[in-house]
């Protein structure tokens, strides 16, 4: 019989597969296949469909076996886990791939989009940026932290760091000032290469339609259009613009029971990063909004009024991230999002 339903659980050399046929009876079961072997492997199966966890080098391989003939699904692991069977066999990689396998196969089960080379370099540039700027943060913070071991208290804004520590070295023996200023110099260094990313998104993102289409909206720029572009492309695994803002984690928790609805906080899953951008252009859109007599801003205004500002923010963005998945799925400019 021929395997219909392939597990693949992905590692950096030794891979493990599962298959089944179209009645479920395992027929294959190869707890250790190389790296070496594994296309070959998989190529020479008739085409059927794979199973795999959204997990590191997922989509290389994806794409691989697309190309091969066969269809590929990737499942969050979080969805994995519930199939794997702890109670006979435990936690290993042949056990793994056979709650692939399994998972796969539900009719309900929620599935990631394989990424193009072209999303995963733009999401290169983001993640390259994201860590050099937390890199910056945590030498700023090293460089408060020696300070106040001299008794010199130093503001946290980087800017007002840089422009108030010489009159801080009044205050510094001369070896501690000589160490401060080649953290400083990390520093520049630093930033040169985040204004050298800032400078490739930016170039990336104006090149691209969809990006142009989504910076058309208030409060996305460069950096959440091209952000959003790689992560989720055209928006079609998402039925309506509330998954996708539910997705993001800036939609209520849901505790409902017995017919009565209750809702709780925002439950911050999914991408943190595009839903940091997010409320960060809502929150910037905020700040003018008061001068501004337009539907949007009047609507902003008024759930600040009513609910505060922080919820005025994050609805905000939830429906920012409902109109970027409106352009994205239908692929024209949404000019009247605005008026609705």
């Not at 992905?10 to 009645?23: E, R, S």
């Not at 998989?42 to 691989?64: D, K, Q, T, Y």
């Not at 699904?73 to 969805?79: C, E, G, M, Q, T």
Request: with cysteine; net charge positive; proline share 4%.
């Amino acid at each position: 019989m021929a395997v219909t339903v392939l597990g693949i659980d992905l590692a950096k050399n030794v891979f493990a597969l599962h298959g089944v046929d179209h009645k479920g009876n395992t027929i294959l079961c190869k707890p250790k296949v190389s790296r070496a072997k594994l296309l070959e492997t998989v190529a020479n199966m008739p085409p059927c469909l794979i199973g795999m966890e959204a997990c590191s080098s997922v989509h290389f391989w994806a794409r691989l076996f697309k190309n091969v003939g066969h269809e590929v699904r990737l499942i969050a692991p979080k969805f994995v886990s519930p199939y794997r069977l702890s109670g006979k066999a435990g936690k290993n990689d042949a056990a793994d791939a056979q709650a692939i396998c399994e998972a796969v196969q539900r009719p309900h089960m929620r599935f990631v989009s394989i990424k193009s080379e072209e999303q995963q370099s733009i999401q290169c540039l983001h993640r390259a940026r994201q860590g050099l700027n937390e890199e910056r943060t945590a030498v700023c913070n090293r460089i408060r932290g020696l300070l106040a071991e001299f008794g010199v208290i130093a503001p946290l804004s980087p800017e007002r760091l840089r422009n108030e520590f010489e009159s801080m070295k009044v205050h510094l023996p001369t070896l501690a000032a000589t160490c401060m200023d080649e953290l400083f110099l990390h520093i520049d260094n630093i930033e040169r290469r985040l204004l050298k990313f800032d400078r490739l998104i930016k170039e990336t993102a104006e090149q691209d339609e969809r990006c142009r289409l989504l910076m058309q909206l208030k409060g996305v720029g460069p950096m959440t259009a091209s952000a959003l572009v790689s992560a989720i492309s055209d928006g079609k695994e998402f039925r309506n613009g509330r998954q996708l803002a539910a997705w993001l984690g800036l939609t209520p928790s849901q505790y409902s029971s017995g017919g009565k609805p209750k809702l709780g906080r925002i439950t911050k899953a999914g991408d943190n990063y595009i839903r940091s951008l997010l409320v960060q252009g809502a929150r910037s859109m905020m700040a003018s909004a008061g001068r501004k007599d337009d539907p949007l801003s009047k609507w902003v205004c008024d759930v600040k009024d009513r609910r505060g500002y922080w919820r005025a923010a994050i609805a905000l963005a939830a429906k920012n991230a409902r109109h970027c998945w409106a352009i994205l799925h239908y692929g024209e400019s949404f000019e009247n999002c605005y008026s609705t």
